[in-house]
């Protein structure tokens, strides 16, 4: 077993754990971590079959954006776990068959195997040595050229909802505090402060009882 076999074996174990400890977790912060370590072996594994773009697409996408987001949601919502589990042997039958059609597909596939086109590379043919090619440049100039004008119509929607987003955030409400900054700014020290003069010492003032002990005293 060459070393390239090895790499793949050990992602695939640690994906197949974190796989199942995503489902076994009772913490939700913990499952979505494991989640997070899933999607790096899967990223891992596209690494070993020289996909580098959907590796890194992966890890930037769903790890760096979608599981971090998540986090932050599991992590600010109180989330009852008793309430949530409460329905699962309810619906466990229909899971248990769902899950057993979708391994018994995974099993067909794999146990038929990936046909492989074996026809002779055209370089080999002529006589030439075969050119390397990166999957990251191909996939750029595939995206640039044949599909230009979907690709900018996509970034103009993105770009249309980010602005919305942001829109959505500044709105006038009644109930915000908002200050204008230029305001702020204009504003000076004595604006902000006002110096009241004040005697150093002052007497203290006394009722009448104080004040006729303090004679008798006297006296």
């Given at each position: 077993m060459d070393v390239k076999t090895g790499l793949f074996y050990f992602f695939s174990i640690v994906l197949l754990f974190a796989a199942f400890r995503v489902i076994t977790a009772r913490n939700p912060v913990y499952a979505v971590?494991?989640?997070?370590?899933a999607?790096?072996?899967?990223a891992a594994l596209w690494m070993l079959l020289k996909a580098e773009f959907l590796a890194i697409a992966l890890v930037l996408v769903y790890v760096g954006a979608v599981?971090?987001?998540f986090l932050f949601v599991v992590m600010m919502l109180d989330i009852n776990v008793d309430s949530a589990r409460q329905g699962?042997?309810?619906?466990?039958?229909?899971?248990?068959?769902?899950?057993?059609l979708i391994a018994l597909e995974m099993a067909a596939v794999l146990m038929g195997g990936f046909r492989v086109n074996e026809e002779p590379h055209l370089a080999a043919v002529l006589g030439q040595a075969p050119v390397e090619l990166s999957n990251?440049?191909?996939?750029?100039?595939l995206l640039y050229t044949q599909y230009?004008?979907?690709?900018?119509i996509a970034a103009a929607i993105l770009l249309v909802a980010m602005i919305a987003a942001i829109?959505?955030?500044?709105?006038?409400r009644k109930d915000s505090k908002h200050i204008d900054p230029y305001k702020q700014l204009q504003v000076k020290s004595k604006d902000r402060m006002t110096v009241v003069k004040m005697a150093a010492t002052q007497v203290a003032a006394l009722d009448d009882?104080?004040?006729?002990k303090t004679a008798e005293n006297k006296a």
């Open positions: 971590l494991y989640l997070v370590l999607f790096f072996q899967a599981m971090v987001l699962f042997w309810k619906h466990f039958p229909l899971a248990a068959v769902i899950g057993v990251t440049r191909e996939l750029g100039k230009l004008y979907p690709l900018e829109a959505l955030t500044l709105r006038q009882t104080a004040a006729a």
